[in-house]
């Protein structure tokens, strides 16, 4: 019996012990490492935050108000695919501007992780149009950039021209009711074949689950940046599976994600976010929303936005996931170039 009872303690010290290495120590990613673009630019914010940004001036006729992308996440990153695409809006005569978020890409990461959160994404994006010195805006906004234009556009609705939603994520705070809605059948929406949970369980190990419980309640790094990085970027490989309609079509992993900048982004969502609705509604602004048919994200986000901005035009892309442009670019750029012509 003793012996026994010996045996057990041996095997739950030798498994505390595994699990304490597995949460201590350090990982290492096979994955691609970040380089800096050439040519990027930088803003010295008045926020405090540093930020990388790409820039193509107007050719022709300049119009008044330049374009700014605000790309998913939170804690995405400007991809030359970005680039390629939106910098054909300059042949139309905008001035064009990409950025990094602060805590992802080019731009700094914070040192107080704490600072990451939806409100300082929004002042960071006030700043940039004050630094660019435009009196109105066009935004396009991609997933997690739709939430982060629905917050600008709800405290700067006068300088806004118009707004592209693409991807749409639920507004914060999120509305269950409302995303709960059923899409008309006549839209023929599918289940994507691959999605999130499926994406971070593949990912996720007993290190990052506990750098990400740490992060949330205590507000502090269990990993350097660098490590949380290039986990990202390792995540990021899953998750792109589950953005489009066929899981082959899936964008390889690319570098520059912010981890903790997703983490707590996301996190000041749930708990800090002001709702925008009640300054939204009823706004006039011209507004266009694109949707794929086996988008992840439920039909009831979308709605939202068509509900609360009443001069949209929506465009459902068949055979595309939830982001358009990586499956369909075309129909992406075309439908946009359009919009902005009016």
Known sequence: ?????????????????????????????????????????????????????????????RKSSPVLFLQGGPGGFITDKNIELLGQLSDDGYDVYL??????????????ITEYTADRHKKDLEAIVAEIKADKVILIGQSW???????????????????VFTGPAPIAPFNNDALQQPAPDSLD??????????????????????????????????????????FQTYLNSQLNKATVANPDNAVPAQAGGGYYAQIMTYNSLLLQTKDPRPRLKRLAIPTLVI??????????????????????????????????ATEHPEIYVNEIRSFLKG
């Not at 950025?99 to 107080?112: F, K, V, W």
């Not at 691959?194 to 593949?202: I, P, T």
């Not at 996720?204 to 506990?210: E, G, P, Q, S």
């Not at 988008?295 to 979308?302: E, F, I, L, R, S």
């Open 1 to 61: 019996m003793k012996r026994t009872v010996k045996y057990i303690a041996l095997a739950i010290a030798l498994l505390l012990g595994w699990m304490a290495f597995s949460v201590l120590y350090p990982n290492s990613y096979d994955v691609p490492q970040f380089k800096e673009r050439k040519g990027t630019k930088y803003w010295n914010l008045s926020t405090g935050s540093r930020i990388g940004y790409t820039f193509m001036p107007a050719k022709g006729v």
């Open 99 to 112: 950025y990094d978020q602060i805590g992802s890409g080019h731009s700094a990461r914070l040192n107080d």
């Open 145 to 163: 950039g739709t939430i982060l234009a629905t917050l600008y556009v709800a405290d700067n609705p006068s300088k806004v021209e118009k707004v």
């Open 189 to 230: 929406l599918k289940e994507p074949v691959f999605n999130n949970r499926d994406a971070n369980l593949k990912a996720n190990n007993l290190r990052t689950r506990a750098a990400s419980f740490m992060a949330a309640v205590n507000g502090k790094k269990l990993m350097t940046d660098k490590e949380a990085d290039d």
């Open 291 to 324: 949707r794929g048919q086996y988008d992840n994200q439920k039909w009831g986000a979308a709605k939202e936005y068509l509900d609360l901005f009443p001069n949209h035009k929506l465009v459902l892309v068949k055979n595309a996931g939830h982001s358009v």
